[in-house]
């Protein structure tokens, strides 16, 4: 890999590391890459065709770590498990799946360069669980902040409370033991994840210690939070909210497999503002404008202060749409044309997962083997 290319790639990628203090994260700005030997481990809930805001916030930065990184060790997989805490009918989870794997290739993913895999195909994620659930306390648990959201309660919300708890499945409640248990089972080294997920990376960090600590081993290496450079994409028309596609205001959602049209057009009905004059970041005042930003930065690898800088040229919101809306067009267009023919060619989808799964299954094996014996399990 050239030296630009990789101080490019290392500078836009902020690293989370603990100290092993408690209140413990340290952002590091600047990254000469990945230690080599590094494991990267990370995993995207099938929720079907991915968007913009996945696209931006997950996968694009797994294909360049993976791509720029040959010394390291990439494992992408799809958190089908984790989607299982919103029940669905199996048809659509069925199709969910396939729907995610094509999107996940379309996006340019290479399988000659990681390894990507179903989480449901290799059971030895739910054996980890269990052993990882019985270290993890509810009070733990109950901290998190994500179950809250998903089961639509507020953040002050507690399990100690009837009602959230008579409305509050037991899995979703504990969804982040089995994350502990995705990341460890490989003893990854770091996690690429968007900053919603640093609360259960800290979780995680701290069920390594404490299992390294009750058995007296260095057996988990304690994993690194790698902060995804794009910040999070809104909604076109509401940029109170995430980017989601449960929104049921089409317009609100771009995919990765929209026609340039539809790109055009969702753009065109994006929620801005009416202030005139130069352009400026700011999420709070300019909610819609700041997203559009973050759309640009996201895509051409700049930062906010340079995305800004070199928008000088466009002189009202008409040409700032259209300039954001070929950004898209442009970065998706062979990877639409991509996801419909592999969308196709199931077979070939079955082949790349079973290929993932023979080999996320054979570390799996070889690491719950000594896992079993470090616990008295053998
Ligand atoms: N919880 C993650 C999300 O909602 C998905 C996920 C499941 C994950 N297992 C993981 C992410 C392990 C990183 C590592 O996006």
Redesign the pocket.
């Known amino acids: 890999m050239s030296y630009l290319r990789a101080t490019r790639v290392a500078s836009r990628v902020r690293f989370l590391s603990t100290k092993q203090s408690t209140s413990s994260i340290q952002e590091i700005d600047k990254y000469n890459d990945l230690p080599p030997n590094s494991r990267v481990?990370?995993?995207?809930?099938p929720t079907g065709r991915i968007h913009l805001g996945n696209y931006l916030g997950a996968v694009k930065s797994w294909r360049t770590l993976s791509n720029t990184n040959p010394d390291s060790e990439f494992i992408f997989?799809i958190?089908d498990l984790?989607a299982f805490t919103t029940l669905k009918p199996a048809t659509e989870l069925k199709e969910n799946r396939y729907q995610a794997i094509a999107s996940l290739l379309a996006s340019g993913l290479d399988v000659s360069k990681c390894v990507l895999y179903f989480q449901s195909a290799v059971p030895e994620h739910l054996e980890l669980n269990w052993y990882l659930t019985c270290m993890t306390s509810m009070g733990q648990l109950n901290r998190m902040t994500?179950w809250k959201l998903k089961a639509q309660q507020s953040q002050t919300s507690s399990i100690t409370d009837e009602k959230v708890m008579e409305s509050t499945k037991a899995g979703l409640f504990c969804?982040p033991a089995?994350?502990n248990a995705?990341?460890l089972l490989y003893r990854s080294t770091h996690?690429p994840?968007?900053d919603?997920?640093s609360q259960?990376l800290e979780l995680c960090r701290n069920i390594a210690k404490l299992f390294n600590n009750t058995y007296g081993v260095d057996y988990f290496p304690l994993p690194k939070t790698l902060l995804t450079p794009a910040k999070k994409i809104l909604s076109l028309k509401n940029p109170e909210k995430k980017m989601s596609k449960s929104d049921p205001v089409q317009a609100s959602c771009v995919y990765v497999t929209d026609s340039p049209e539809q790109i055009q057009s969702k753009i065109k009905k994006a929620t801005t503002d009416s202030i005139q004059g130069a352009w400026n970041y700011d999420p709070v005042s300019r909610p819609g404008i700041s997203n559009l930003i973050n759309i640009i930065s996201g895509l051409t690898n700049e930062s906010i202060d340079n995305t800004v800088a070199n928008l000088h040229h466009l002189k009202d919101h008409k040409s700032l749409k259209d300039y954001v809306a070929d950004l898209i067009v442009n970065e998706f267009d062979d990877k639409r044309q991509l996801y419909d023919e592999l969308l196709q060619n199931k077979d070939y989808l079955e082949q790349v997962c079973k290929q993932g799964r023979d080999k996320a299954r054979e570390m799996a094996l070889v690491n719950i083997g000594e896992i079993k014996t470090i616990i008295g399990m053998d």
């Open positions: 481990f990370s995993m995207i809930q997989g958190a984790h994500q969804y089995l994350q995705d990341i996690v994840v968007g919603d997920q259960h």
